[in-house]
């Protein structure tokens, strides 16, 4: 029992916020209050399991791949999308505008489910499929908020001119810290969204919930109904997925 708890703290250590999911031995070791002598044994057993993976050139470790093969396998298991609609669901019908699932992929995100309020007489249309840069719209920037740092640069790296990313680091702070994103007119004019992280056990971005709604007429108690009751889905969505908080 004692190897696996301490396996469990060095694969919680990895995934953490804190760290940039690869670390020295001695890092881990100071983490994880082991010896390093200790830290090498399981590391090494670790290894040849596939639990964690070594880098050959800085010898830090990461989680290794086993954890996305487990990981696909499971959410291939419970249905993913068929399991998170209900809750799409509910909030459609409780804010009567479109809703949207999304995903991360690379540089861009996946819109992956979106549910359209008949009560809606204009609705904000995004097609499931569509890819939309991640430095666009709400949902992406909240993802990015939540993204390790290292993740989240080398996606901003590759979107934003160097004078541009300064000014847009300021707004990831912000959305973090407010703990949702907000767009206006970015990707349609007169068109504004409103969104949240939805994060899996480990209390990673797998992907984003958002609002879609016209701006027109749009009031200070309108935007915080939106914006409560949007938190409140990502909240239950992410509990789904195994997260419990930080």
Not at 1 to 7: G, L, P
Not at 62 to 87: A, F, T, V
Not at 139 to 146: D, F, I, Q, S, T
Not at 155 to 177: G, H, N, S, Y
Request: glycine share 6%; net charge negative; hydrophobic share 40%.
């Amino acid at each position: 029992m004692q190897s696996i708890d301490r396996a469990m703290n060095v694969i919680k250590v990895l995934v953490s916020d804190s760290s940039e999911n690869w670390l020295s031995i001695t890092e881990l070791s100071q983490e994880c209050e082991l010896p390093v002598s200790s830290m090498h044994r399981l590391l090494k057993a670790m290894s040849k399991h596939g639990l964690i993976q070594q880098d050959e050139q800085s010898k830090q470790y990461g989680l290794g791949n086993i954890w996305l093969e487990y990981g696909l396998r499971m959410y291939d298991k419970m249905d993913y999308i068929s399991q998170i609609r209900p809750e799409l669901e509910r909030l459609m019908n409780k804010v009567e505008e479109s809703v949207y699932l999304s995903q991360p992929v690379g540089i861009e995100s996946l819109i992956i489910e979106r549910i359209d309020s008949e009560k809606s007489q204009i609705r904000v249309y995004d097609q499931l499929g569509s890819r939309v840069p991640m430095h666009i719209g709400a949902a992406n920037k909240v993802m990015l908020a939540y993204m390790p740092y290292n993740q989240a640069k080398k996606i901003v790296d590759a979107l934003l001119p160097v004078q541009e990313r300064a000014a847009f680091w300021d707004i990831l702070k912000e959305t973090k810290m407010k703990g949702h994103g907000i767009s206006h007119s970015e990707r349609t004019e007169g068109t504004s969204s409103v969104a949240v992280p939805v994060l899996n056990h480990f209390g990673e971005v797998h992907g984003a919930v958002s609002i879609g709604f016209v701006s027109f007429n749009l009031t200070e108690d309108r935007l915080d109904f939106l914006i409560k009751n949007v938190i409140e889905t990502g909240n239950r969505v992410s509990s789904k997925l195994g997260y419990r908080g930080p």
